[in-house]
């Protein structure tokens, strides 16, 4: 058995209740990346989707509607992995400027692991509003998550008061996102451990953060 939902385009979609169900449609998910990444948003073809997927094309219409939900399923997949929501409670990382770190590393290292989708979401988001809409509700959702943050560091006295919190979130965030654009898809040479420090330190330098704490030593 599977429950019907509302298809974002108004039709029918399945979501399945059976492991086999659950199966079949992240076989689809998974196959539609690789077409999508092979041949671009506009040349992908669902029977292509279905026969990497090694499912019959009948089979797509059961869990997807069209293309676009497909590539929308694929869409919140991936954001869902970018997000890396409760870093802190996750990593146990208490130091601001280690959490910063740490916040920046995931979200990297995911943008390099899908930069050829990332690419391709920036495309679609030109030519399609509807993804164009998603693509602001994603960078809503990265800049609430950093204004939160920011919120508890001026309420604990650790980052400049007068900074709107979600203004400078939206700021931070499209640096991080840009940066990682230009150096992972348009191909700009900037060594990882480059990049990543360098974002901590304008990070830290726009929130006004006080010194690092120092390292400890080793006890002998």
């Given at each position: 058995m599977a429950a019907q939902a509302p298809a974002a385009d108004g039709g029918q979609k399945t979501t399945p209740r059976s492991a086999r169900g659950v199966r079949t449609r992240n076989a689809l998910i998974a196959a539609a990346r690789e077409v999508f990444e092979r041949d671009g948003y506009l040349d992908a073809r669902i029977t292509d989707i279905s026969k990497a997927a090694?499912?019959?094309?009948?089979?797509?219409?059961t869990y997807f509607t069209s293309k676009e939900e497909i590539f929308q399923a694929l869409v919140e997949q991936v954001q869902e992995e970018m997000l890396h929501p409760h870093l802190r409670e996750r990593t146990g990382i208490t130091d601001t400027r280690k959490l910063i770190d740490a916040s920046n590393r995931e979200y990297l290292r995911a943008y390099k692991k899908?930069?050829?989708?990332?690419?391709?979401?920036?495309?679609v988001?030109?030519?399609?509003?509807?993804?164009?809409?998603?693509?602001?509700?994603?960078?809503?959702?990265?800049?609430?998550?950093?204004?939160?943050?920011i919120r508890t560091l001026q309420d604990d006295g650790e980052a400049d008061r007068d900074l709107d919190p979600l203004v400078?979130?939206?700021?931070?965030?499209v640096m991080v996102s840009r940066m990682a654009y230009m150096v992972f898809v348009?191909?700009?040479?900037?060594?990882?451990?480059?990049?990543?420090?360098?974002?901590?330190?304008?990070?830290?330098?726009?929130?006004?953060?006080?010194?690092?704490?120092?390292?400890?030593?080793?006890?002998?």
């Open positions: 090694h499912v019959a094309s009948g089979s797509f219409y899908n930069a050829r989708l990332m690419a391709l979401f920036e495309q988001a030109q030519i399609d509003e509807k993804f164009m809409k998603l693509r602001i509700e994603r960078g809503n959702a990265f800049a609430r998550r950093n204004a939160k943050l400078t979130a939206h700021a931070l965030s348009l191909g700009q040479r900037i060594p990882f451990e480059r990049l990543v420090t360098t974002l901590n330190q304008i990070w830290a330098n726009a929130l006004q953060l006080g010194d690092p704490e120092p390292e400890t030593a080793p006890e002998a």
